[in-house]
């Protein structure tokens, strides 16, 4: 965002009394110095969080679009439309980026602003895949065709969540133009602007956690004043812890945590929602339609209620329940939660396993 709007958006975190950290060389916030009751309007009235230490970058040119569908694995996002009374509406989509052996460089959202050739591409990229995917697009995307370039200080993102989010959204960010169960009945990525999206922020439908949510991104200026507006409208301020949390509840992997450079999307899962098999060829494909057809993985990441134990660290070693000290998986992301009423973890899980032992108690895998 412009140096006023970070200002104005890092001051008002302050103010609210923000408790940061870094993740992955940024900053975020950790809490607001009450994780109970975040977690709490998150679940059953209305959190707001700060997500803007995410990397958004543009990719534009004479074709950006024929030159990402070859990188990307997903279906490629259409054309913003004008659905009237000043509300445009699209639809971003979800990707992963390959080596050619089929690993992970990162994952993404891609949107469509306006016109190909003179809007292009917003790619919505987790911090911990933002340099692979530089790196890759450097060697992979002609820059006469498709030019990327780094929109994260002029623009922010923030997630409305919980009961709340749709009501208020629809009268702070949509003019009351879109009605909240309109934006209740948006499929995940689906998205609306009150005005052109190059110019107006985008109020997203995601599935990230588990309560009803809403991602808007857009100018530093416009998000930060929605931020204030949502707060002083009843919406409580909350950090990562929660939003962790909320998302491992929601069994979503997250790239630089549960996903990484050794990872193939299909041990994770999220090849059903980002790999399009009916697409042209891009990186990496081939080792997936291998899998597809012929083959399958050896681990798979699980959702593991463990009950009322310490919470395990990443990277805690599951063992075989035969006795022999075999690793059968590693935990990479775990929470005390209050839905399951126990700590929740992610873990890789070999493919065969139908129970494991953590710490020597015995755990089902679903």
């Known amino acids: 965002m412009s140096e006023n709007g970070r200002r104005t958006l890092r001051l008002a975190l302050e103010r609210a009394g923000a408790l940061t950290g870094d993740y992955h060389g940024r900053t975020l916030v950790r809490h607001f110095g009450d994780p109970a009751a975040e977690y709490g309007a998150a679940t059953t009235g209305l959190a707001v969080f700060d997500r803007s230490h995410r990397v958004r970058l543009t990719v534009t040119g004479r074709a950006p679009g024929k030159m990402l569908s070859g990188v990307l694995t997903g279906t490629m996002p259409g054309s913003p439309a004008d659905l009237g009374d000043g509300i445009w509406g699209g639809r971003a989509t979800y990707h992963a980026v390959l080596t050619p052996k089929g690993k992970m460089i990162s994952d993404l959202w891609a949107a469509m602003l306006g016109q190909e050739q003179s809007a292009g591409y917003l790619l919505d990229v987790p911090v911990a895949g933002a340099e692979g995917l530089r790196a890759s697009f450097a060697k992979l ?80 200026e416009a998000v930060a004043a929605l931020w204030q507006a949502l707060v002083d409208g009843g919406a409580l301020p909350a950090g990562h812890a929660v939003w962790s949390t909320l998302r491992v509840e929601a069994g979503r992997p997250v790239f630089g945590t549960d996903m990484d450079e050794d990872t193939i999307p299909p ?100």
């Open 267 to 366: 041990e994770a899962g999220i090849d059903a929602r980002a790999i399009d098999h009916t697409k042209g060829c891009y990186t990496g494909q081939e080792v997936i339609v291998r899998i597809r057809d012929r083959g399958h993985v050896n681990r798979s990441l699980r959702q593991l209620e463990l009950g009322d134990v310490p919470t395990p660290v990443a990277g805690a070693e599951l063992l075989a329940t035969d006795g022999s000290g075999k690793v059968v998986g590693r935990v990479t992301s775990a929470v005390q939660s209050p839905k399951f009423g126990g700590v929740v973890a992610l873990a890789y899980v070999a493919r065969d396993a139908e129970r494991v032992l953590l710490d020597g108690r015995e755990v089902s895998v679903p």
């Open 141 to 220: 995307l002609p820059p006469r065709f498709a030019a990327v370039a780094d929109v994260s200080d002029s623009t922010a993102m923030i997630t409305a969540v919980g009961p709340g989010a749709a009501a208020a959204l629809s009268r702070l960010a949509l003019g009351l133009r879109v009605e909240p169960s309109t934006l209740g009945s948006l499929v995940e990525g689906e998205w609306r602007s009150a005005g052109t999206p190059t110019e107006a922020p985008r109020v997203e439908r995601t599935q990230e956690v588990w309560p009803e949510a809403y991602s808007v991104t857009g100018a530093g």
